[in-house]
């Protein structure tokens, strides 16, 4: 606990808070990522259904989901936070949210909770991890002002956040992954091109080169509808809608520390041990899974990240060479750990005047 006694709100990453249908039903089981999935850890449901379980409806210019599932008469919901990726942290309070959801929408939630879960006249620690930094990051510049939110939170630490993508977003929308297993790739294909999360995710770099690893023009980069020729707006394809929504979401994150100073202590945590995709190569037409890498912490790419977001507020920022540990598994790393402690044993930034 730090001395000035502030409680720790976690946002955790992509996946590790399970989806429940509206009768309290798993339909989505964290603990089981990347493993073999049981029939169970669907709600029942047969492979061909999951498309339809697990995919959502947006309208165009509205954050919050139409529908949180397309099979008829279901919600889906959020469910439990995956406590095991964040054994050892100082958490105190968890933020479960539907990591599915325009990651926006997410972030005024976020607002939310600040706004109604006060900290006794103290202010929160809050840890982002993954997709759940970006949330934090995007809350920061939907605050009403940055005096606003330093009010409410004096320290951020940012682990292993896509602030300028993934290869590994782009890596689900393009080929599915069989994190479910082999026989519901299809169907988890189909549902991922339903998620803004996944397109706002989507590397803010030329990810798409030529077999020579040259990058494509403008006009075919991922994050607009040429880059997906005959994908885009066809059944079971790429919307126009979650592509337009990954541009908007990058102008937003771009100098994600803007909003964080002078109030709020920032401190930004990287890894530089795995091996990181950062393109995708197009080959008589189309895209192939032959990665061209860069060290990172398997998820996002370190330099390209580094030279994209600028420095952080107060320069607060560590990018580990060492023993630490992949991605999903950051934040249990001793090393990481024992710096956040530090780093939380630190006095409270004065709130700006004004």
Same mark, same amino acid.
């Given at each position: 606990?730090?001395?000035?006694?502030?409680?720790?709100?976690?946002?955790?990453?992509?996946?590790?808070?399970?989806?429940?249908?509206?009768?309290?039903?798993?339909?989505?089981?964290?603990?089981?990522?990347?493993?073999?999935?049981?029939?169970?850890?669907?709600?029942?449901?047969?492979?061909?259904?999951?498309?339809?379980? #697990? @995919?959502?409806?947006?309208? !165009? %210019?509205? =954050?919050?989901?139409? /529908? *949180?599932?397309?099979?008829?008469?279901?919600?889906?919901?959020?469910?439990?936070?995956?406590?095991?990726?964040?054994?050892?942290?100082?958490?105190?309070?968890?933020?479960?949210?539907?990591?599915?959801?325009?990651?926006?929408?997410?972030?005024?939630?976020?607002?939310?909770?600040?706004?109604?879960?006060?900290?006794?006249?103290?202010?929160?620690?809050?840890?982002?991890?993954s997709q759940g930094a970006l949330i934090i990051v995007l809350a920061?510049?939907?605050?009403?002002?940055?005096?606003?939110?330093?009010?409410?939170?004096?320290?951020?630490?940012?682990?292993?956040?896509?602030?300028?993508g993934t290869v590994r977003a782009l890596e689900a929308i393009l080929?599915?992954?069989?994190? #479910? @297993?082999?026989?519901?790739? !299809? %169907?988890? =294909?189909?549902?991922? /091109? *339903?998620?803004?999360?996944?397109?706002?995710?989507?590397?803010?770099?030329?990810?798409?080169?030529?077999?020579?690893?040259?990058?494509?023009?403008?006009?075919?980069r991922f994050t607009v509808p040429g880059g997906w020729p005959g994908?885009?707006?066809?059944?079971?394809?790429?919307?126009?809608?979650?592509?337009?929504?990954?541009?908007?979401?990058?102008?937003?994150?771009?100098?994600?520390?803007?909003?964080?100073?002078?109030?709020?202590?920032?401190?930004?945590?990287?890894?530089?041990?795995?091996?990181?995709?950062?393109?995708?190569?197009?080959?008589?037409?189309?895209?192939?899974?032959?990665?061209?890498?860069?060290?990172?912490?398997?998820?996002?790419?370190?330099?390209?990240?580094?030279?994209?977001?600028?420095? !952080?507020?107060?320069?607060?920022?560590?990018?580990?060479?060492?023993?630490?540990?992949?991605?999903?598994?950051?934040?249990?790393?001793?090393?990481?750990?024992?710096?956040?402690?530090?780093?939380?044993?630190?006095?409270?930034?004065?709130?700006?005047?004004?």
């Open positions: 606990m730090p001395p000035d006694g502030a409680r720790t709100l976690l946002v955790p990453g992509t996946q590790a808070t399970t989806l429940r249908d509206h009768l309290g039903n798993v339909v989505y089981n964290a603990v089981r990522v990347q493993l073999v999935i049981g029939r169970g850890d669907l709600g029942d449901r047969d492979p061909d259904e999951v498309g339809m379980l #697990l @995919g959502m409806e947006h309208v !165009p %210019g509205k =954050l919050k989901p139409e /529908r *949180t599932s397309l099979e008829d008469g279901m919600h889906v919901v959020r469910g439990d936070v995956l406590r095991t990726p964040y054994d050892g942290l100082p958490v105190t309070d968890w933020f479960r949210y539907d990591w599915r959801a325009d990651l926006r929408y997410n972030a005024y939630k976020l607002l939310q909770l600040l706004e109604s879960e006060g900290v006794d006249g103290g202010r929160w620690n809050v840890i982002g991890h920061s510049k939907l605050a009403v002002s940055p005096r606003w939110l330093a009010e409410r939170v004096g320290r951020v630490v940012l682990v292993g956040g896509p602030l300028a080929f599915g992954r069989a994190d #479910l @297993g082999e026989a519901n790739l !299809p %169907g988890i =294909l189909a549902a991922a /091109r *339903t998620w803004p999360a996944l397109y706002q995710m989507l590397p803010a770099w030329p990810a798409a080169v030529d077999d020579d690893n040259r990058p494509l023009p403008p006009e075919e994908l885009v707006d066809v059944p079971g394809g790429v919307s126009s809608d979650l592509l337009q929504r990954a541009r908007e979401t990058q102008a937003l994150l771009t100098g994600p520390f803007s909003h964080l100073a002078p109030g709020v202590d920032t401190l930004v945590i990287m890894g530089k041990r795995q091996m990181t995709p950062i393109s995708v190569p197009r080959k008589d037409g189309a895209f192939v899974q032959e990665y061209r890498n860069q060290k990172g912490d398997s998820l996002v790419p370190e330099k390209i990240t580094q030279t994209l977001i600028g420095p !952080p507020v107060h320069d607060r920022r560590k990018v580990f060479t060492g023993k630490v540990q992949a991605h999903a598994m950051l934040c249990v790393d001793p090393d990481v750990q024992k710096l956040i402690g530090t780093f939380f044993e630190q006095p409270l930034p004065p709130l700006p005047t004004g």
